[in-house]
């Protein structure tokens, strides 16, 4: 089938080589000339693992191109709209220019038959707007919603075998059911469950998940916050609750908290569009949510103040993570690097590193020191935070790490680390929720 995938991004572009994959022909459109030039040179313009490989071979077999001219979607049967849908400056609500300059661009180049799928996270009540758009058209182009799950940094084998997929379709509209079954054919044989529902309940999947995924892990640092102040363990708490398989282990890991590009605007935006309905009532929690989350961030900011002394001035602190989670070059509200510009911010001489989100980090605060060498970071540290887990970090070995700093403190704002052999160590180790 011949696809187009409107917005090159995290998700789009990952999504318009895994359909290449699958058999079809694509084309990529997006408004930035760098990123479309980079990714017809076959380097992806950020880090997710798997995807420069199959980048490549998705381009040699001729079956993919990328473009910056919309008018190339023209012979294409499927339209997939992924481009942002970022939080609003100065309001929590989402950001919908993105999409709707995207359907406006897409109207002069669609035919009858033409199937626009929306791919974006939108408030719920988006889609049927924009169906309302395409019908004015009179393009004879239909409209599906078909929210994306992928997780960053397990995006490729999230897209070619999705948990579940998920169609919005206007009622009685079969023609967006068969296309998207032949879109997702090889998933849809290897027993991925479809549901196919109404635009309001696809839009509310979406959302609901995150907000899901939100809660469990405010929840678990809610009940952190709880051992805190009774010599608690929250890591043997999450053990020992997630046993039951109603509750699950999965999602329960306390520590500096939920980042990213999804999961803190989503929760925001459906908020602020419970509350243009009437009933910001019934999502209320999600303000505590967010709230307990961004507490975790001051947490770590004030358990190292505590360990320098109170004076923070000139003194050094190395940061190990700069990700919103490892496997992930993405900083798009980054808990660890929110830590490193506070604590920067009150003096320290902060020097930050992370295998891949140096250079977004970079770009957004110059004012933080960087290196990419773990033993030049921890070099002469008067405290040393753990804020992204990746492997390289959990890793060090606490002897090692001892003969470089000044100071033997870690605070594990990932509780990663094994306290007992970092302590073995000669370290001051400090965990979240952890005694
Ligand atoms: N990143 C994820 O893991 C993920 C997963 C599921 C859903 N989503 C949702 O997918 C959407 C995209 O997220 P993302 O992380 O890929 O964002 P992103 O910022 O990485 O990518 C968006 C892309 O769209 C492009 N764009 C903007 N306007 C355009 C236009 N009119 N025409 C063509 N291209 C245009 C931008 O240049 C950018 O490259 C959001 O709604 C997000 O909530 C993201
Ligand atoms: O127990 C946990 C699990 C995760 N996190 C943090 O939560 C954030 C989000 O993690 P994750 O959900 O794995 O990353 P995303 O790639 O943002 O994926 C989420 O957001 C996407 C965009 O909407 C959805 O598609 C995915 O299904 C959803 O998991 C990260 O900062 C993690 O460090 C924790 O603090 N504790």
Same mark, same amino acid.
């Given at each position: 089938?011949?696809?187009?995938?409107?917005?090159?991004?995290?998700?789009?572009?990952?999504?318009?080589?895994?359909?290449?994959?699958?058999?079809?022909? @694509?084309?990529?459109?997006?408004?930035?000339?760098?990123?479309?030039?980079?990714?017809?040179?076959?380097?992806?313009?950020?880090? #997710?693992?798997?995807?420069?490989?199959?980048?490549?071979?998705?381009?040699?077999?001729? %079956?993919? %191109? =990328?473009?910056?001219?919309?008018?190339?979607?023209?012979?294409?049967?499927?339209?997939?709209?992924?481009?942002?849908? !970022?939080?609003?400056?100065?309001?929590?609500?989402?950001?919908?220019?993105?999409?709707?300059?995207?359907?406006?661009?897409?109207?002069?180049?669609?035919?009858?038959?033409?199937?626009?799928?929306?791919?974006?996270?939108? !408030?719920?009540?988006?889609?049927?707007?924009? /169906?309302?758009?395409?019908?004015?058209?009179?393009?004879?182009?239909?409209?599906?919603?078909?929210?994306? =799950?992928?997780?960053?940094?397990?995006?490729?084998?999230?897209?070619?075998?999705?948990?579940?997929?998920?169609?919005?379709?206007?009622?009685?509209?079969?023609?967006?059911?068969?296309?998207?079954?032949?879109?997702?054919?090889?998933?849809?044989?290897?027993?991925?469950? &479809?549901?196919?529902?109404?635009?309001?309940?696809?839009?509310?999947?979406? @959302?609901?998940?995150?907000?899901?995924?939100?809660?469990? +892990?405010? =929840?678990?640092?809610?009940?952190?916050? +709880?051992?805190?102040?009774?010599?608690?363990?929250?890591?043997?708490?999450?053990?020992?609750?997630?046993?039951?398989?109603?509750?699950?282990?999965? =999602?329960?890991?306390?520590? &500096?908290?939920?980042?990213?590009?999804?999961? !803190?605007?989503?929760?925001?935006?459906?908020?602020?569009?419970?509350?243009?309905?009437?009933?910001?009532?019934?999502?209320?929690?999600?303000?505590?949510?967010?709230?307990?989350?961004?507490?975790?961030?001051?947490?770590?900011?004030?358990?190292?103040?505590?360990?320098?002394?109170?004076?923070?001035?000139?003194?050094?602190?190395?940061?190990?993570?700069?990700?919103?989670?490892?496997?992930?070059?993405?900083?798009?509200?980054?808990?660890?690097?929110?830590?490193?510009?506070?604590?920067?911010?009150?003096?320290?001489?902060? $020097?930050?590193?992370?295998?891949?989100? +140096? #250079?977004?980090?970079?770009?957004?605060?110059?004012? $933080?020191?960087?290196?990419?060498?773990?033993?030049?970071?921890?070099?002469? /540290?008067?405290?040393? &935070?753990?804020?992204?887990?990746?492997? #390289?970090?959990?890793?060090?070995?606490?002897?090692?790490?001892?003969?470089?700093?000044?100071?033997?403190? $870690?605070?594990?704002?990932?509780?990663?680390?094994?306290?007992?052999?970092?302590?073995?160590?000669?370290?001051?180790?400090?965990?979240?929720? %952890? !005694?």
């Amino acid at each position: 089938m011949k696809i187009s995938v409107i917005g090159c991004g995290y998700l789009g572009a990952v999504h318009a080589v895994a359909m290449v994959e699958l058999g079809h022909h @694509v084309v990529g459109i997006d408004v930035d000339a760098a990123k479309i030039a980079q990714l017809t040179e076959g380097r992806p313009p950020f880090f #997710e693992p798997g995807l420069p490989e199959i980048l490549s071979s998705a381009l040699a077999t001729g %079956r993919l %191109r =990328f473009s910056t001219d919309i008018a190339e979607v023209a012979g294409s049967r499927v339209h997939f709209v992924a481009v942002g849908t !970022p939080q609003r400056d100065g309001s929590n609500a989402a950001d919908m220019t993105y999409v709707d300059s995207a359907i406006d661009a897409l109207l002069p180049h669609l035919a009858p038959g033409d199937i626009v799928v929306g791919k974006s996270t939108v !408030p719920v009540g988006s889609a049927t707007r924009l /169906a309302g758009v395409l019908e004015a058209s009179g393009t004879g182009a239909v409209l599906a919603w078909n929210p994306e =799950f992928l997780r960053e940094g397990f995006a490729v084998l999230d897209t070619m075998s999705p948990d579940r997929l998920v169609y919005g379709v206007a009622s009685g509209d079969d023609t967006a059911v068969v296309a998207l079954n032949e879109v997702y054919a090889t998933a849809i044989a290897a027993g991925t469950p &479809v549901v196919v529902t109404d635009y309001a309940t696809a839009e509310l999947v979406k @959302v609901a998940a995150n907000a899901f995924l939100a809660t469990k +892990i405010s =929840f678990i640092n809610a009940m952190a916050e +709880i051992a805190e102040v009774t010599g608690a363990d929250v890591t043997q708490l999450a053990d020992a609750i997630g046993y039951d398989s109603r509750i699950g282990r999965r =999602f329960l890991n306390a520590g &500096v908290g939920f980042g990213g590009g999804c999961l !803190p605007k989503d929760i925001r935006a459906f908020t602020a569009r419970a509350e243009e309905l009437g009933r910001g009532e019934s999502v209320a929690f999600l303000k505590e949510v967010d709230q307990i989350n961004l507490r975790r961030r001051q947490r770590v900011v004030d358990l190292t103040v505590d360990a320098l002394g109170s004076v923070v001035n000139e003194k050094k602190v190395a940061v190990l993570g700069l990700a919103f989670k490892p496997h992930s070059d993405d900083v798009r509200d980054s808990p660890a690097l929110d830590v490193a510009v506070k604590l920067r911010g009150l003096g320290a001489n902060v $020097i930050a590193t992370d295998p891949q989100a +140096i #250079e977004n980090s970079r770009a957004r605060h110059p004012q $933080i020191s960087y290196s990419a060498d773990i033993a030049e970071t921890l070099r002469d /540290a008067d405290a040393v &935070v753990l804020v992204t887990e990746w492997p #390289e970090f959990a890793g060090i070995d606490p002897v090692w790490a001892a003969g470089l700093v000044r100071n033997r403190t $870690i605070i594990d704002g990932r509780n990663k680390l094994d306290a007992a052999a970092w302590r073995a160590a000669g370290w001051t180790y400090l965990g979240l929720g %952890r !005694p």
